[in-house]
T-cell receptor, first 115, second 114 residues
């Protein structure tokens, strides 16, 4: 079983829809949670970053972390065709040990927003 | 543009060969990370260097090695290449080693082993 599970989709939605992307994880040491967006043939770029449990909002994007359920979500409101990309969740643990600096990624969800 | 540069963009080689991928971090960043992205395994952490020293190791094969030079650029060496090594290789950089730092990814090197 992978440490981080993410439904690869693909997910296709109409413009203006609310998109919900999710990841589950098994490693309780994860404390930092991120969402990256990756356009085709490009490197991942950081969208959202959250420490421990809670919500964080940035424009049309909201990230939620529920550590008790080991579950994280990314919501995209008023989705646009330009949001079409692969969305990757990523996590990292506390300092120390050989995992220092390591990000563990989900498989990525391919999202298409059609006009 | 993240400020991280990687060369070459594309690389086609044969099984058994050796290649070197190069990464220049963002100006001022001391940490460099290497990741491998394949269709079946997703994006996987390989190794991290901080200011010239190895700091963390992931699922990096013994046939692979990396180093970070005094000017902070890094190279990933892949030897005895196999078909299964075909993948996208990303380099990322961050300012230091704090857990909450953002890792900025380069555009990647696409390796095809024939």
């Amino acid at each position: 079983q992978k440490e981080v599970e993410q439904d690869p989709g693909p997910l296709s939605v109409p413009e203006g829809a609310i998109v919900s992307l999710n990841c589950t994880y098994s490693n309780s040491a994860f404390q930092y949670f991120m969402w990256y967006r990756q356009y085709s043939r490009k490197g991942p770029e950081l969208l959202m970053y959250t420490y421990s449990s809670g919500n964080k909002e940035d424009g049309r994007f909201t990230a939620q972390v529920d550590k008790s359920s080991k579950y994280i979500s990314l919501f995209i409101r008023d989705s646009q065709p330009s949001d079409s990309a692969t969305y990757l969740c990523a996590m990292s643990a506390n300092a120390g040990g050989t995992s220092y600096g390591k990000l563990t990624f989900g498989q990525g969800t391919i999202l298409t927003v059609h006009p | 543009d993240s400020g991280v540069t990687q060369t070459p963009k594309h690389l086609i080689t044969a099984t058994g060969q050796r290649v070197t991928l190069r990464c220049s971090p963002r100006s001022g960043d001391l940490s460099v990370y290497w990741y491998q992205q394949s269709l079946d395994q997703g994006l996987q952490f390989l190794i991290q260097y901080y200011n010239g020293e190895e700091r963390a190791k992931g699922n990096i094969l013994e046939r692979f090695s990396a180093q970070q030079f005094p000017d902070l650029h890094s190279e990933l060496n892949l030897s005895s290449l196999e078909l299964g090594d075909s993948a996208l290789y990303f380099c990322a950089s961050s300012a230091g080693t704090a857990r909450q730092e953002t890792q900025y990814f380069g555009p990647g090197t696409r390796l095809l082993v024939l």
